[in-house]
């Protein structure tokens, strides 16, 4: 999703466009992270809290599937 074009201020700074704090749930006091982008020059920014809560699942996920491993094969594998 696109949210338009912003400008880097003096001290570096960009505003980010109401649309997307409101799009993203993004209100004052928030904590984000801002990544490189791993393709390019770019950035990523993301909330705290939502970088915690994805990689909370994908905790979960990787348990198991490191449960379903340690009894053999995979499921999909079993379906072949």
């Known amino acids: 999703m696109f949210f ?3 400008t ?3 001290r570096g700074q960009i505003v980010i466009p109401a649309e997307a704090r ?5 209100h004052p006091g928030d904590k984000l992270l801002v990544f490189a982008h791993p393709a390019g020059k770019g950035l990523l920014v993301v909330k ?6 994805f990689t909370a699942t994908l905790r ?6 490191e449960k379903e491993a340690e009894g053999g094969e995979l499921a999909s594998e079993q379906e072949e």
């Open 4 to 6: 338009g074009a912003v």
């Open 8 to 10: 880097v201020g003096e």
């Open 48 to 53: 705290v809290q939502d970088l915690l809560r």
């Open 60 to 65: 979960e996920y990787l348990l198991a599937v």
């Open 22 to 26: 409101r799009a993203l749930d993004i």
